[in-house]
């Protein structure tokens, strides 16, 4: 089975921390994705990756950066965390782009920030 | 905008009854279709997948059907369980979606009445 795995389950920061988030998968694939999960909202697309060392932005980046130094490991890197990006953070991963393969999901982070 | 949606966010049904989701799209190119199973407090579960040239693809208990005229993707569950319980998301993909053409839908809760 494929097993996507979040560090942490639950977060709490105050304004102004730097706040990372990780990420593992062991099915050695390509893409892995970071969204946020807010009410009412859906799942929105923050940051991905294709490769190592590789990151595109996705619809809403801005305070957010992300690593990828290895192929199994995506963290999501908060700046200067501020009370709005209170939210679930869930990471992803698939095989190649050219795949049909679906996203495979980790339980979630849910980041609260004081 | 939302090029996936849902007809419903809320959907109440007796256990033992079948439940029918329902999803529009609007992009006629979309090859691939998802649909995902979101518990409470836990990451999006793949639950099936059907593509472009198919009309219905079905699985234990699911099944999905595709009307490609109205661009309409539907996930029906027979013999509603307490465990069915959840968020439903639809997803498609479409050359030029979301980061590898996957874009998701903003889900339906499903409730099971006893």
């Known amino acids: 089975d494929v097993k996507v795995t979040q560090s942490s389950r639950y977060l709490v920061k105050r304004t102004g921390e730097k706040v990372f988030l990780e990420c593992v998968q062991d099915?050695?694939?390509?893409?892995m994705f970071w969204y946020r999960q807010d009410p009412g909202l859906g799942l929105r697309l923050i940051y991905f990756?294709?490769?190592?060392?590789?990151?595109e932005k996705g619809d809403i980046p801005e305070g957010y950066s992300v690593s990828r130094e290895k192929k199994e490991r995506f963290s999501l890197i908060l700046e200067s965390a501020s009370t709005n990006q209170t939210s679930m953070y869930l990471c992803?991963?698939?095989?190649?782009?050219?795949?049909?393969?679906?996203?495979?999901f980790g339980p979630g982070t849910r980041l609260t920030v004081l | 905008g939302e090029s996936v949606g849902l007809h419903l966010p809320t959907l109440s049904v007796q256990e033992g009854d079948n439940s029918i989701i329902n999803c529009a799209y609007s992009n006629s190119a979309s090859d691939y279709f998802i649909w995902y199973k979101q518990e409470s407090g836990k990451g999006p579960q793949f639950i099936i997948d059907?593509?472009?040239?198919?009309d219905k693809r079905q699985g234990q208990r699911v099944t999905v059907l595709l009307n490609k005229t109205v661009k309409h993707l539907s996930l029906q569950i027979a013999a509603t369980q307490p465990g069915d319980s959840a968020v439903y998301f639809c997803a498609e993909r479409y050359s030029g979606g979301g980061a590898d053409g996957l874009t998701f839908g903003k889900g339906t809760h499903l409730i099971i009445q006893p």
């Open positions: 990756s294709y490769d190592v060392k590789m990151k």
């Open positions: 099915m050695d694939h390509e893409n």
């Open positions: 059907i593509r472009s040239n198919m």
């Open positions: 992803a991963s698939s095989f190649m782009r050219t795949s049909y393969n679906e996203q495979f």
